[in-house]
């Protein structure tokens, strides 16, 4: 993969000359219309990479579209769920339709536009109030967590229940409000966001998160913190490992050995999972009973229950955790 990603992207008349039949040609894999990219790249993406493609190939055939939703946010470094369905695209009057696996937004509200690598799109208050409204809550918090740690660090900061009363559209007014009262800029991952719901869902206590200790002369931060009776949680992240440096990814897991076992002899249970065990909840649960932890309130199971599917992506977001940049290494 190239340093752009949509440098890949090939036009028609961009073809080597020796393909003749283009969506025939094994070496070629069809974007979309008078798009391609070589069939090697594209079986390597992640499906939110393939997603990425996609919109770059709008970028290649459409004229100054404005990305919303999803599209805008998987230029922004917010987290995509699976593989989303369709590229969406703000309208420039205010109409709403479709070509293809594009979707066109009209609004009745003024909307913000800002670049997002290059590339026109709602700006990332917008984007993050849009999806807030229409995921399933879980991802919904992810995305608001990933949204807030990129504005407070810029000095801003994220309401997405006021944001989104202020507009016209009525659509999931509910759910911001849920939202913004769980959201936090101290979230570092996706994981770690629906991480948090899940645990409210399951029924158990409330962890503070990225809680720091200092034993044995050591600063150390865990992900999770249940105070009550002092059991520590660990959500993995793919992300966090340089699989591209064997050397560099050893000395992470010793490091991180000797950190779990420097808590483990200063606190009480200790908890590890991974976007797996969050979305198989079940999983979960049985880590944070295992650890200690005991559930303090009824199971919501509606809640639970949709985690199972985004019904805006055509992948199912399972095996690894959305990739998105943590605010920090430990």
């Known amino acids: 993969m190239t340093a752009d990603p949509s440098a ?7 073809l080597p000359f020796d393909v003749v039949r283009r969506d025939r040609d094994s070496r ?3 974007v979309r219309a008078g798009v391609y990219l070589r069939k090697d790249i594209w079986v390597g993406l992640k499906p939110w990479e393939r997603y990425r ?3 770059l190939a709008v970028v290649r055939t459409w004229k100054a579209p404005v990305f919303c939703l999803e599209s805008a946010a998987v230029l922004q470094g917010l987290p995509i769920f699976g593989e989303p369905a369709h590229i969406h695209v703000l309208s420039a009057d205010g109409r709403s339709w479709s070509e293809g696996d594009v979707v066109v937004h009209g609004s009745t509200d003024d909307r913000k536009v800002s ?3 290059g590339h026109c799109a709602t700006s990332i208050t917008e984007t993050a109030v849009d999806l807030a409204r229409v995921l399933p809550p879980a991802f919904a918090l992810a995305v608001v967590d990933a949204a807030a740690r990129i504005l407070v660090a810029g000095g801003g900061s994220l309401d997405v229940s006021a944001h989104g009363r202020s507009q016209a559209n009525r659509r999931g007014v509910r759910q911001l409000d849920w939202v913004h009262a769980r959201a936090t800029a101290e979230s570092e991952s996706a994981g770690e966001s ?3 719901a ?3 869902w399951l029924g158990h206590e409330e962890p503070e998160p990225q809680r720091e200790f200092f034993y044995e002369g050591v600063t150390d931060r865990c992900d999770f913190y249940c105070r009550r009776l002092r059991i520590i949680g660990e959500s993995d992240g793919y992300g966090k490992y340089d699989t591209a440096d064997p050397k560099a990814m050893k000395a992470h897991f010793v490091r991180e050995k000797q950190r779990e076992d420097r808590l483990r002899r200063n606190e009480g249970g200790f908890a590890r999972w991974d976007w797996g065990d969050t979305l198989r909840f079940e999983a979960l649960d049985g880590k944070l009973r295992d650890a200690g932890l005991v559930p303090l309130y009824p199971r919501q199971p509606w809640l639970l229950s949709t ?6 992506s055509t992948v199912r977001p399972t095996g690894r955790q959305p990739r998105v940049e943590r605010a920090s290494a430990r």
């Open 8 to 14: 890949a992207l090939l036009l028609s008349r961009e």
């Open 28 to 30: 070629l894999q069809r």
């Open 53 to 55: 493609m996609r919109v």
């Open 115 to 117: 670049d997002a690598v």
């Open 194 to 196: 629906v991480s948090r």
């Open 198 to 200: 899940v645990i409210e």
């Open 307 to 312: 985690l199972a599917h985004n019904p805006r």
